[in-house]
């Protein structure tokens, strides 16, 4: 149960719990939460709260939602590191819809837009890339450039 008087947000709660189970591994990559009716059961709160707490596991990039349900979203793995040298730049943004569609990119997956001087900038997608500092770069890792 959630507690409504704790002064954490009860839609807070239940993304806390639920994202708790997915980072223990008791909600596995793939495996379909329970219907919004069944976890305002387990939970005893409303639908709006349940969700409220998918919204932010879904901006969060741990959960897919389709018609079906809703899903552990896949890990995915890290498969570049960028160094981050002299006179490199990195932010993070929201992708386009274009920039989603090209880079296969879950709901709520931001993209990381690097810029080297006298280069155009280079987006990235931010799950499956690792920014590090140039004294960081690890021996067996690739790099983008």
């Known amino acids: 149960m959630i507690d409504p008087h704790s002064g954490v947000p009860s839609y807070h709660q239940v993304a806390d719990r639920i994202r708790a189970q997915i980072d223990a591994g008791e909600l596995a990559p793939g495996e379909?939460?329970?219907?919004?009716?069944?976890?305002?059961?387990?939970?005893?709160?409303?639908?709006?709260?349940?969700r409220r707490a998918i919204d932010i596991l879904r901006n969060e990039g741990r959960v897919v939602t389709t018609r079906r349900g809703t899903q552990v979203r896949e890990r995915q793995p890290r498969v570049a590191e960028v160094v981050m040298g002299p006179g490199v730049r990195a932010t993070t943004r929201m992708p386009s819809d274009l920039e989603k569609r090209a880079m296969s990119l879950g709901?709520?997956?931001?993209?990381?837009?690097?810029?080297?001087?006298?280069q155009e900038p280079e987006v990235l997608p931010g799950d499956r890339v690792a920014l590090v500092g140039h004294d960081e770069q690890g021996e067996g890792g690739s790099t983008s450039s």
Do not use: D
Request: glycine fraction near 12%; proline fraction near 13%; avoid cysteine.
């Open 32 to 50: 379909y939460l329970l219907t919004e009716p069944a976890m305002e059961h387990v939970f005893g709160v409303g639908r709006a709260t349940v």
């Open 107 to 118: 709901p709520g997956v931001p993209v990381f837009v690097v810029e080297r001087p006298g």
